[in-house]
């Protein structure tokens, strides 16, 4: 962290193992006048001296090039940051929009394995935007509740197989 100056520590917390155990707990936030719990796993949560949180995923690679956020998938990745910081939030918590993501990239220019791994590690911060989160959600609840299935993506793979099926099956 002082490599890259960041002014924070890890959150010492009551509830930091709770919110990173996303199969037993995990951080909720039950979505008003519905029954649905928005849950999420985060990895770390580092404090600022002022109070404010900033949300920290930690990923594991191996390649040669510098690892980055910048391909087409990762798109995932950010949204995930954004979640964590929106549950957060939702929770009543100070939280940053800039997140970190912690990347181990695992070192392949060794001659051999030797039963030991090296990484680089370097941290990506990220400003998340989360003002898309709640409408999302609301809108998947709302398709959920629907009795119509909702119209698919061009780039769902799953959606292009049912489809294939069903014309076959007729």
């Known amino acids: 962290m002082k490599h890259y100056g960041i002014d924070a520590i890890p959150l010492a917390h009551e509830k930091i193992n709770e919110w990173r155990d996303s199969l037993r707990g995990g951080i909720t936030f039950k979505m008003d006048g519905t ?9 770390d949560v580092w404090v600022k001296p002022d109070g404010e949180f900033a949300i920290v995923d930690y990923k594991a690679t191996s390649k ?3 690892v980055t956020l910048d391909a087409d998938w990762q798109i995932g990745y950010k949204r995930q940051m954004e979640i964590y910081q929106w549950l957060f939030r939702k929770n ?4 940053s929009n800039t997140g970190y993501f912690v990347y181990c990239n695992g070192n392949t220019d060794k001659e051999a394995f030797d039963a030991k791994l090296e990484f680089e590690i370097k941290i990506i911060p990220y400003k ?8 999302t959600i609301l809108d998947a609840i709302e398709c959920l509740k629907s009795d119509k299935m909702p119209k698919s993506g061009d780039d769902c793979d799953f959606c292009k197989y049912r ?5 076959f099956e007729e």
Do not use: L, Q
């Open 92 to 95: 009543g918590h100070k939280v």
């Open 35 to 43: 029954n649905v719990v928005i849950t999420g796993g985060v990895d």
């Open 64 to 66: 040669e090039e510098e």
């Open 128 to 135: 998340g935007n989360t003002s898309w989160v709640e409408k």
């Open 163 to 167: 489809n294939a099926v069903r014309e």
